[in-house]
């Protein structure tokens, strides 16, 4: 979903930079930018669930407070970098962060170990073990 979102974002992009006076162009942008807010939305909403069976029961609390710190800074951020489409020549610039900050969140997801029908971890051990494991499935091509 954050591919879709960030493509959503890249397309809003390319038809805000062009200039018509066609509805069609028009609408769509609007459109793909409701879309990729939309996706981005709902995977910031599974942040707090994946954050939560990655960390062990020891840190838990302070490994989802981080995610939703992380969240919540980049999401106050983000006014000042969508204030940067009021400069001349820079209206491509905002959705460009944007989607390349989705996309590349999205790719390093893909490095975190799959958590479905996963045991909770309850100490930092078991879960370096539960790494470790998952990093050899990973990479013996057993996750797919």
Known sequence: MMYLGSTALF?????????????????S??????FGKFCISAVFNNIFIYASELYPTEIRTVGVGFASMVGRVSGAMSPFVLALQDK???GWLPYTIFGISGFSS??????????????????IDEAEE???TSAKKASSGLLL
């Open 130 to 132: 539960f790494y470790k």
């Open 88 to 90: 001349p020549g820079l």
């Open 106 to 123: 999205a790719t390093l997801l893909l490095k975190l170990p799959e958590t479905n029908n996963a045991n909770l971890t309850e100490t």
């Open 29 to 34: 942008g609007k459109w793909l930018a409701f």
């Open 11 to 27: 397309l809003f992009m390319l038809t805000a930079q062009i200039e018509s006076d066609s509805i069609f162009i028009q609408e």
